[in-house]
């Protein structure tokens, strides 16, 4: 069931970040984007098979864009918007990665032990 759901958040970064990267042109495209992607890390729980599919997918879909097309255009230009959303991707990352749990912390929500 987990791989399942990893495999729908897989898609569903990649989606969003395809949409933020099409619409990171105009000012409204690029803060509806964003709180959507904030708005499902938030929501996420952390793991391997939530918050990091999602994001990864997210931050990998916006990185494989923002390099040269076939034609030699660009989907992320070298301008504030482009920017903002490349440093973006940037946080994405960072946030799905560093709010993995620890491992060999299995029972730390548990609360103290009553030996």
């Known amino acids: ?3 399942l759901v990893a ?3 897989l898609v569903l970064g990649a ?3 395809l ?3 099409v619409l ?3 000012w409204w495209g690029l803060m509806l984007g964003v709180a959507a992607t904030a708005a499902s890390l938030a929501a996420l729980p952390p793991g391997w098979w939530a918050r990091t599919a999602f994001g990864l997918a997210w931050a990998v879909t916006v990185g494989y864009f ?3 097309l076939g034609e030699g255009d660009y989907l992320v230009s070298a301008n504030l918007p482009g920017y903002l959303l490349l440093g973006g991707a940037l946080v994405v990352l960072t946030v799905s990665l560093a709010t993995l749990p620890r ?3 299995a029972d730390a929500g548990k609360g103290p032990s009553a030996s």
Request: charged fraction near 15%.
């Open 7 to 9: 495999l729908g958040l």
């Open 15 to 17: 989606a969003t970040g």
């Open 1 to 3: 069931m987990r791989a």
């Open 66 to 68: 923002s390099v040269r």
């Open 24 to 26: 990171h042109s105009a």
């Open 103 to 105: 491992p060999g912390r």
């Open 19 to 21: 949409a933020t990267v």
